[in-house]
Structures are given as C-alpha cells and as structure tokens.
C-alpha cells in the first residue's frame, strides 16, 4: 500500500464515520500527516460546527508547518457558517493537499483548489479514490444540483418478487443479519418514508437497533461500491443516530404508537388539516396538508424535506408508496434484499402499471451484490 493510499483510506473512514449526522453539509474527513505519520484526523462537525479540515487542524499533536493533508472533499473556500478552510490551510503551513473529489457547490467548485495553487500548495486529486469519495458525497450532490434529498429505497422480497403474502403477512422474509444491514443502512439516511399502510399493519418504530451481521456467511460476489462494503462488513459501528420518521397519508386511527416515541416525525397527508382526525398529543405542526397528488405530491414532499436540511431520505414503505416515488421519477439507489422463497402469489413490490415497454424501462447500474445469511443482497443506482 502506497503513501497516499493509506492516508486516503484513513480520510474516507473519517467521513464514513459521520455520514447522516452533518447534513446538510457533506460529510468529509480530513487527515494531516507529517514525516509520514498521522498527527492529526478530523470529520466534519453537525451543521453549523467546524469543517473537517478545521478538526483535523486542531486535533494536531504537532506543528503543522510542512505537513500534508488529505481530504475526501475540496475545501471551501467562502465564509458561511464558518470562515473558509482554504485560509486555515494556507495559515497552518501544510504544503501539499490531496482531494478526494471537487465540490459540486457552485460556491466552491475548483475555486478551493485554485486558493491553495495560489498560495504555493501542491495540489494532487486521488483518482485512486474519487470513486468512493464520490459515492459518499452523493446525497450532497443531489441535494445541490436538484434541490431535493438523495432517495434509496430499500426492499425485502421473495425470489418471485413479493414484499408481503396476499394477506399482507411480511414478518419475516429477510433474515436477521438482512434486517441488521438495513438498520445500518437507517443509521445513515436523514429521514425514513413509509406510507399509513404499513404504519397501521406493521405498527413501525423505525428507529436503529440492530447491527450484528454473521460475517460467516456474508460473501461479496461483486463489490464496486464503497458504501456497500461497509454497510455488510465487520467494523460497521451504527452512530447513536435514528432518522427523522415520515408518515404519507392519514391513516385510519392512532392506535399504533411505536413512530411516536420523540418529537422527530412527520405526517404529511393530502387531507386538509382541520379535517385529520389527529389525537392532541400529536402537535399540529407535525402534521403538513398538501393539495397536490401522484408525483406531484411527491415532488412537495421531498421540497418540505430539503428545506428542513435532509440531504438523504430512505423509503420503507409498501408498493402504493413506492410506486408514486418511481412514478416521480425520484427514486436514485436501491438496496434490495432476495430470500431464498417462493409465495407464489403476493404482495408485489410496486403497484402501477409500470412502463409500457421493456425497452423503456429504467436501466440500474450494479454496484455491489453480495450473500447475507441465506439472502442475496444487491445495491445500486437507477440511471
């Protein structure tokens, strides 16, 4: 393993490791090395905290002067809600930079690194790893470039495509360590959708409890995704960190209390609100009506999500939901989980009508598949 590949690999597990708690800012690490060691590691703080190259600055156990740093993400370079990390670099003398990947922030945007160039900074973007600094800067991205959150449905299913019998039984088609991945996998999205189906049938708490994943019977059988590595290997380790819970619809009664142990949910219906048989406890501003329907409902929702800073939502909910959220075209990743099971005959993952054509169908690019427990577990994007 070269110099910089080992620095670099230490940076992406910094930013790993606070990704779905800094939004919405991207998470970023940041590491300084000095006569080939470490002296200081830093990951960006929640927003409104210091950026990663900032921590990594004051986490230093030695002078700086001379030093290199690595970064999974261009630093800024304009005052925010902190003053730019291209001038702290520049002050602290570190002399040679090397950048995962350029921020998409028409703010930054090259801007950073032309500062440090500027300055007499030797500038060097790891081509090695901008794929996986890349990857965990893609809900930044979108939220950015398309002014909404990041989507990634996640879904069990029998080998013949069901998520639930015709009587709606659904517990449990995955295994155990499939249900830890997708708790791993909660741990890191900002919010978590589901629909008032399965709020009333599941009775859902949609908080993160598991983690434990057999590694004995984990194996990859195709791995280009740094994010999925991590989300089925042995050192995940889930931050104390459950996700905003988002309830689509009103549902029948509020007999089902599991989504409201905190104050961290929302219930967004098409309903007016004066008409939502909603218990007093339930504050008002928690629940929101919106007029539009189909994928324009959609398309709101995700604008109410972006302007509360979620950069990265997950959807959990059943074929109705889900359907509206490919039918709004939103839907950008997808972690599915196949058990080794036949109904024959169910619920299925989607309810529409779907494309006319097979060739009009959304093409997904694999990026990782892998086996867990008996399951067969594939991730990937929608293009």
């Not at 004066?274 to 398309?299: N, Q, W, Y």
């Not at 990782?368 to 008996?374: F, K, N, R």
Request: aromatic share 8%; with cysteine; proline share 4%.
């Amino acid at each position: 393993m070269d110099y910089d590949t080992r620095f670099m690999e230490k940076a992406l597990e910094k930013a790993f490791s606070v990704v779905g708690i800094t939004s919405p800012n991207p998470p970023v690490g940041a590491v300084i090395v000095k006569d080939n060691r470490v002296i200081g590691c830093g990951a960006t703080s929640k927003f409104g905290g210091n950026h990663a190259e900032i921590n990594a600055l004051q986490n230093s156990s030695s002078s700086t002067s001379g030093a290199h740093m690595y970064v999974t993400l261009e630093p800024c370079c304009h005052y925010g809600k902190t003053p730019p990390c291209t001038k702290a670099i520049i002050e602290a003398g570190i002399t040679r930079v090397v950048i995962g990947v350029i921020d998409p922030n028409p703010l930054v945007c090259g801007r950073g690194v032309s500062q440090l160039k500027d300055a007499g900074i030797d500038v060097y973007i790891d081509e090695v790893y901008r794929a996986s600094s890349q990857e965990l800067l893609m809900p930044f991205q979108t939220y950015i470039e398309k002014r909404r959150p990041r989507v990634i449905h996640k879904a069990a299913m029998t080998l013949d495509g069901c998520t639930a019998s015709q009587t709606g039984d659904s517990k449990w088609i995955s295994s155990a360590s499939s249900r830890a991945v997708s708790h791993r996998l909660r741990s890191l999205v900002d919010a978590v959708i589901i629909g008032k189906g399965t709020y009333q049938a599941d009775n859902p708490r949609l908080d993160v409890r598991e983690n434990l994943v057999n590694q004995d019977s984990v194996s990859r059988l195709q791995n280009d995704s740094y994010l999925f590595s991590r989300l089925i290997g042995a050192d995940f380790i889930v931050q104390k960190h459950s996700p905003m819970r988002v309830m689509v619809g009103m549902p029948d009664s509020f007999e089902n209390r599991e989504l409201f142990y905190d104050d961290n949910y929302l219930i967004v219906c098409t309903e007016r609100a004066e008409r939502c048989r909603v218990p007093e406890e339930i504050s008002s501003d928690k629940v929101i009506s919106l007029t539009a329907k189909g994928s324009e409902f959609i398309h709101e929702l995700l604008q109410i999500l972006y302007s509360r800073g979620v950069m990265m939502v997950m959807v959990e909910g059943g074929a109705r939901l889900t359907t509206s959220f490919f039918e709004a075209d939103v839907i950008d990743s997808f972690l599915y989980f196949y058990a080794p099971k036949v109904v024959g005959g169910g619920l299925p993952l989607f309810f529409g009508a779907g494309r006319k054509l097979i060739s009009e169908s959304k093409p997904a690019h694999i990026k990782g598949i892998a086996t867990v427990d008996t399951d067969i577990s594939v991730y990937g994007d929608l293009i």
